[in-house]
């Protein structure tokens, strides 16, 4: 993964290209695929790099944060 990519779809598609296909989404306690039915607890998946795509007037970068 790089550390960065650009701007949010950017980001996206650059995942998409090293192979990360399946968007989670927060549903409580877990995170869940609605495209492949799948919920994960906590104890189910390592958070290997957090992309923070926060958009202000200047700018719409997205850069890594630790996990």
């Given at each position: 993964?790089k550390?960065?990519?650009?701007?949010?779809?950017?980001t996206?598609?650059?995942l998409?290209k090293?192979?990360?296909?399946?968007?989670?989404?927060i549903?409580q306690k877990?995170?869940q695929?609605?495209k492949?039915?799948?919920?994960?607890s906590?104890?189910?998946f390592?958070?290997?790099?957090v992309?923070?795509?926060?958009?202000?007037?200047?700018?719409s970068k997205?850069?890594?944060?630790?996990a």
């Open positions: 993964m550390e960065s990519y650009g701007t949010l779809s950017e996206i598609n650059g998409k090293e192979g990360y296909m399946l968007d989670f989404n549903s877990f995170l695929c609605n492949s039915n799948i919920t994960l906590p104890e189910d390592e958070i290997g790099k992309y923070d795509c926060s958009i202000d007037w200047n700018a997205c850069r890594t944060k630790k």
